[in-house]
């Protein structure tokens, strides 16, 4: 499998804040990989960074084999990566239609053809039917597959996903698991930040694990779930010595390894 992302000791600094410290992680073609952690772990800074929204101060970001170090989010969108954002930001008075033929403007320049695509994307995140409402008057829900659909028109080889589920209610949830599914079943591969664990399980082939703007753990979810560094990050210090009624599992864990590093 081709390697699609790769991620180089990035760094980044707030003043006397290390928010991230030489992060280091990969991404194959055709995968989804998801990048979790407790809240302020550094997890959005390390996105804005790949996506060029954010400069580093140190370290390097590969697509393709291609260092898009340092170059702004436009030229990236032009190599083939995308991001979305947390908190959702449509044009509020255009259509759902008009909103994701934005994101088709990309390819063309021709209204039909930002309209052809913009209608084949809304089909594939399940939003046909709301084509013609105004995107103020989307729930939550409907606000989160217009940002998907939006940045899924500008045709993406990586598509990074910032908490794509955050308020969403389980049967919500589950609809966007099955169309992040389809998405990287039609070519494109998926990178995303994630606080709904059953998400993350069901969706994951590899899972990287932040705390405290460090990069602790990587490997397959059932390995994340079992690793004790992880256990303490989430639920506090001791927390794992009270649960070895279970034999862990022991996830790749090194601020070192080529995967390892801090965010």
Known sequence: MALLLDVKSISKSFGGLKAVSDASLSVD???????????????????????GFLGADSGSVFLNNENITGMKPHRICDKGMVRTFQITQPFASLSTLENIMVGAYKNTSLKAKAKQKATEVAELVGMT???NTEANSLTVAGRKRLELARALATDPKLLLLDEVMAGLNPSEIDEIVNIIKIIRDSGVTIFLIEHVMKAVVNL???SYVLNDG??????TPKQIANDPLVIEAY?????????????????????TS???GKS
């Open 258 to 260: 080529k995967k390892g």
């Open 235 to 255: 639920l506090g210090q001791g927390a794992a010595k009270a649960m070895t009624k279970n034999t862990p599992t022991k996830a790749k864990a090194s601020k």
């Open 29 to 51: 073609e055709g995968k989804i990989v998801s990048l979790i952690g407790p809240n302020g772990a550094g997890k959005t800074t390390l996105f804005a960074i790949i996506s």
């Open 129 to 131: 039917h709301l084509l």
């Open 214 to 219: 460090v990069l602790i753990a990587h490997g």
């Open 204 to 206: 994951s082939d590899y």
